[in-house]
Every structure is written in structure tokens, then in C-alpha cells.
């Protein structure tokens, strides 16, 4: 049996994913939460508190709830048309059109030849569309048609011709043609199923989605340099990879893997934030050009050393002065740092050699 108290604090704490629904059984409604952050970002998960006491009631297969139910389907053949359904079906359908919008080469968006290409990119989108109406339609108690779905969306197809940008026509078809006729109750609740199973199919289905935003993020984001050059992402990935930045990161994962391996788990935190370097030590002695074995006077000289070699006064040319200034700051902020963590150390060492009062 769902309480309503359990079922008011997971919409409080996991409402933006869907958890109050998962708890009651409603998995579709909970991928739609979670997909979209609390259904359209926020607004499903506002109106839930108020319909949480329904859906627990729903959950339980209450008496009264039941009777009520029964009541409304005398009365009404299919179930009335709802604004808040209507508005979430097309906001799916269009998130979920749009993404496989994204994902189509534009030479096949572009094109004027009747070949698979071209097909491809006129009617995918109304697919992703359809799924995602059919999707908010069948949430609860009600029961939605997957080919009047189809066929709503496949009926914006004309728009997307002449505008491979026009996407939106599709799920707005598609969510008017299953509310004026592709909705029916559902009677009967669906088959229970075990806990593994429906988190393995939110998993599945969680998963798939990721990937397509994922793939679009790829396929679409760009990086721009310093310079006010932009930098697809699929290009900028690879070279990371090949970075002097990504070869760092392997050979500190590769040496906390080997002392893990020689003193296990009860040291390895200790390695790890020494390999992080919290506080700046290691890149202070990188900036400086020293071991982390110098001394303070090493530190001290090469200090001075770089400071004049970078002092922002040495430049006439603005753009030279600005990176002079920046790196005369690094400079200045790796001494601070070595120094003061000397100073430290000093200090402690100085402590623990004195002697204790208990062994006079």
C-alpha cells in the first residue's frame, strides 16, 4: 500500500526526476518528469501537489477511488480533453523530434533529390515526434493510439518539405488527432511487474535518450578559443585526447592504480588528494620550473628571477603587457603558496621536536 506521506516527500525531494511516481507504479509519468525536470521544468512537478492524493488512491486501487471511476466512464465515452495532457504531449513530441532533428546530416536536410537521404530526413522527426506524444498519452488511466499518433504526425510532413526546420507542426498534429480520436480508458491497470524489471526498462529507455542528446551535443556544440575561434566538439574531443593535459591525467590514474595495488585501500585517499593537489602545490612548483624537493631559498630566487623576467612594465605592445600581467600574477600566486606551505611545515616541525613538559 502507497502512503501519502512517503509519497509527498519523494515529490518534495526527487519530484524534478520523477520519483514520486516511480514509487506509485506510474514509470511512464516518471520518464517524463525525469526527462524533462519535473515536467517541463517545473511546472508538472508544481501541479502534482495537489494530485498526489488521486494518484495514491489510484495507486491502492481505493474502493472509492474505483467506484468514482467507473462513474466517469458511464458518463463519458473517452476521457475529456485536458489541457495540461495536451500541452505535455507536445512538448515531448517536440523534444524528442527536434533531437533526431539535430542528428540528420544537413547534406540530407538540404537536399532536393527523392533518395534515402532525403526521405530519411522528412519523416524520422515526425517518428520521434509520434513516440513522444504516444508516450504522454498513455500516462495513467488513459489510453492512447499509436497510429492515430502516427498518423497526426505524419501528416505535418508537407511543412517539413518546405522547412526541414519545422518540426513543431508534427507534434502538435499528433497530440490534436489523439485527442479528437485516438483515446480510450484504460480499464484495467496494467500488469504488475517486479521492481528489476522497471528499473531495467527506465534504464533502457533513460539510457537511449541520454544517448541522443549526447550524439546532438556532439554532432552540433562548438568551443570557442581565446583567439574567437570556434572549434567543433567532435574535433576538439580527439585532440584532447592527445593533449599534454589528457597524458598527465593517465599517468596520475595509472600511478594511484599502483599504489593502490601496493598499500590498498587505506592509504589511497591520502595518495588521491596529493595527486589532485588541493592546494595548488605541485602546479606552484610546475609555474616556478622547480622540484618539489627545492628549498626555500630556491624558491625564493627563482621568484625573483621570473619576476623581473615578467614584469608587465617590460612590455610596450598591450596584448604582450596582458599575458606579461597575467603570468606576473601566476608567478606571484605560486610564491604565496610554496611559501606560506613552508612556513607551515616549519612551524610543525619546530613543534613536535620540542620536548614535552612530562619528559623533564
Not at 515526425?126 to 500516462?139: F, P, S
Not at 531495467?200 to 575561434?229: P, Q
Not at 626555500?296 to 627563482?302: F, G, L, N, W, Y
Request: positive net charge; charged residues 25%; hydrophobic residues 40%.
Amino acid at each position: 500500500m502507497a502512503r501519502l506521506v512517503i509519497a509527498y516527500v519523494l515529490w518534495f525531494f526527487g519530484g524534478w526526476v520523477g520519483l514520486h511516481h516511480f514509487y506509485l507504479k506510474r514509470d511512464r509519468h516518471a520518464f517524463v518528469w525525469w526527462a524533462t525536470l519535473g515536467g517541463a521544468f517545473g511546472l508538472g512537478w508544481v501541479r502534482d501537489l495537489w494530485k498526489l492524493p488521486d494518484y495514491v488512491q489510484e495507486c491502492n486501487r481505493d474502493e472509492e477511488w474505483e467506484r468514482e471511476f467507473t462513474r466517469r466512464r458511464s458518463v463519458d465515452r473517452k476521457p475529456s480533453r485536458s489541457t495540461s495532457r495536451f500541452a505535455g504531449e507536445i512538448i515531448m513530441g517536440n523534444i524528442l523530434g527536434y533531437l533526431i532533428r539535430a542528428l540528420l546530416p544537413e547534406q540530407y536536410v538540404d537536399s532536393t533529390k527523392l533518395d534515402l537521404g532525403f526521405l530519411l530526413a522528412v519523416s524520422l522527426p515526425q517518428l520521434g515526434a509520434a513516440i513522444g506524444v504516444h508516450l504522454v498519452a498513455n500516462i495513467g488511466r488513459h489510453k492512447g493510439s499509436w497510429s492515430w499518433a502516427a498518423l497526426g504526425a505524419y501528416i505535418g510532413t508537407p511543412w517539413l518539405i518546405l522547412n526541414p526546420d519545422n518540426v513543431a507542426v508534427a507534434p502538435l498534429m499528433s497530440a490534436i488527432f489523439v485527442q479528437w480520436k485516438g483515446v480510450t480508458w484504460r480499464t484495467d491497470p496494467e500488469p504488475k511487474q517486479g521492481l528489476f524489471r522497471r528499473v531495467s526498462k527506465l534504464t533502457f529507455y533513460g539510457t537511449l535518450y541520454l544517448a541522443l542528446w549526447g550524439c546532438v551535443i556532439y554532432f552540433n556544440a562548438s568551443i570557442t578559443t581565446k583567439d574567437g575561434e570556434e572549434i567543433p566538439l567532435r574535433e576538439a574531443i580527439p585532440n584532447f585526447f592527445k593533449s599534454p593535459a589528457w597524458a598527465e591525467t593517465k599517468d596520475s590514474m595509472h600511478r594511484l592504480y599502483n599504489y593502490f595495488q601496493a598499500h590498498g585501500w587505506r592509504r589511497i585517499w591520502d595518495e588521491i588528494k596529493e595527486t589532485f593537489d588541493p592546494v595548488g602545490e605541485q602546479n606552484a612548483y610546475k609555474v616556478l620550473g622547480l622540484s618539489s624537493s627545492a628549498t626555500q631559498e630556491e624558491i625564493t630566487h627563482a621568484y625573483r628571477k621570473m619576476s623581473r623576467q615578467w614584469h608587465p612594465d617590460k612590455q610596450k605592445d598591450p596584448q604582450k603587457k596582458e599575458e606579461a600581467q597575467e603570468k606576473f600574477i601566476e608567478i606571484q600566486q605560486a610564491y604565496d603558496i610554496l611559501s606560506s606551505i613552508k612556513a607551515r611545515r616549519s612551524a610543525k616541525n619546530k613543534q613536535s621536536s620540542r620536548p614535552r613538559k612530562d619528559e623533564f
